[in-house]
């Protein structure tokens, strides 16, 4: 879980663009996408509603806990970089905020909606993907989120990254570059240790069934022979 405290910083490479966010600031964008299409009729996001779309513990990956002013620091830097605006309507009582990420990156419904579930679960595959999307896009085939992905790998600069494959595995994942490469760089990197330490866990299992086996067939050889030595006496 993440926690509110320690804001943490984007996670930028030197001389990148300043205008990568850090994880936060897209749960906030995640969210605020998100609930614009499962929730249309409470759209604009109040505040509260935002931190409470943040803060579930269903569809998250990684489950964080943000305060309200958290969330409201949050608010101001998207504002900042135009990736969010300000609603204020003429009969409610509380500002409301919208995201501009369609906008922003000239995207598609189909293509935010690829983004929004890397930014809300993580790294995933492009099955995973159309298995998640639900109601935020209703994707007919793999086949189409894979040419979203496509598409938000040629963009520029990329929105998403496609990972080497890890082994022992058959299906690529993706992640965003929303944070900058060097954060994609170290899930590879850490994938890579995984995979390391499971290949001797897997061996080790192996070499074990192996084992019971080869008991399995001299329990039976042995039993045999005293059979055959019993016969010796009737």
């Known amino acids: 879980m993440t926690s509110e405290h320690g804001s943490p910083e984007a996670h930028t490479a030197p001389g990148s663009d300043s205008n990568f966010l850090d994880p936060f600031e897209i749960r906030v964008l995640g969210v605020l ?87 809300l679960r993580g790294v995933q595959t492009a099955g995973e993907i159309r298995a998640r999307s639900g109601r935020v896009h209703e994707f007919s085939s793999v086949a189409q989120v894979e040419g979203g992905l496509q598409f938000l790998i040629d963009k520029y600069p990329p929105l998403v990254a496609k990972l080497a494959r890890a082994p022992g595995t058959k299906e690529f994942r993706y992640a965003h570059l929303l944070s900058g490469e060097d954060a994609v760089q170290r899930y590879e990197t850490a994938a890579s240790f995984s995979s390391e330490v499971e290949t001797p866990r897997r061996d080790r299992v192996a070499h074990l069934e192996e084992e019971v086996l080869r008991l399995r067939q001299e329990v039976e050889r042995l039993t045999q022979q005293f059979d055959d030595f019993k016969k010796q006496f009737e």
């Open 33 to 119: 996408a998100e609930k614009e299409a499962l929730t249309p009729d409470n759209y604009p996001l109040s505040l509260n509603a935002l931190q409470n779309g943040c803060n579930q513990l269903s569809s998250r990956d990684p489950v964080m806990s943000i305060s309200e002013e958290v969330v409201q620091e949050v608010l101001q830097r998207l504002i900042e970089k135009k990736l969010v605006s300000e609603v204020r309507q003429a009969s409610a009582r509380v500002v409301k905020y919208e995201h501009r990420m369609r906008m922003k990156w000239s995207l598609e419904q189909d293509k935010l909606a690829v983004l929004v579930m890397l930014m």
